[in-house]
């Protein structure tokens, strides 16, 4: 069995954040460790976060690295400048695939990420193997304004030359039109996904959960293309039989399978 780590936070309504990077892992059958960033309560309007301090998180990650053969690494949200730099320094040399989701927005709510924080995330870039920012994440990173497809290549591309040479941009129900649009942009080509949009207002979790079955099929081998093609289709099951809090459910997939 493939181990993978989660760097992320918790979510309240379990959707997102570690909860949800579990939970996919055991989908596709991997065993799934976690170490905590930070604690976010998920209001319906808003996110509460409290983020862990640097000794914690170096106890968390020191305590699975010295342990642990990983298969491939998640980085998802970390909230402070700090553990940022500190995550960076622990898996200098860790040679497992490093998958990067640049949590800087909620659906709920902005986090409004500083400058130097932004900074510190993009230096994680030239370290990953995948980065999957979502449209907001994507303009923030780039700098590029996002209204179109067009301007997700572009994006995609300015996102590339800061280092990570796999980029991801969720479009989601952000961009306008009936189609949901993800953009994939490798070093030898380019891929669009496509599928109908879900008409479902909360998808709470949608982007931790993608990001994480990227994770778990680079883990199991599969290619860059295959694994964010099934982590499409994965999410899109998780979302449309979501639950009542408006939260993806991650085990959709198994029990109402395409």
Known sequence: MENVLTIS???????????????????????????ITSIASI???????????????????DSIISQMKLSAIKIGLVGDINNVHLIAETLAENPAPLILDPVLVFKEGST???KPYLTAVKELLPKALITTPNLVEAEKLSGVKINSLEDMKKAAQAIQKLGCQNVVIKGGSRLSGAKAVDYLLTPNSEYTFEDTKANISMTNGAGCTFS??????????QSVE?????????????????????SVWQGASRNFPS
């Open 9 to 35: 936070g918790s979510d309240s309504l379990a959707g997102g954040g570690l909860q949800a990077d579990l939970k996919t892992f055991e989908e596709f059958n991997i065993f799934g460790v976690s170490a």
């Open 43 to 61: 209001f319906k309007d808003s996110v509460k976060i409290e983020t862990l301090d640097e000794t914690t998180l170096r106890n968390q990650l």
């Open 112 to 114: 409004d990420c500083d």
């Open 212 to 221: 994480a079955a990227v994770t778990a099929n680079i883990a199991l081998g």
């Open 226 to 246: 295959t694994a964010v093609e099934k982590a499409k289709s994965f999410v899109y099951a998780a979302i449309v039989h979501g639950n009542s809090v408006g």
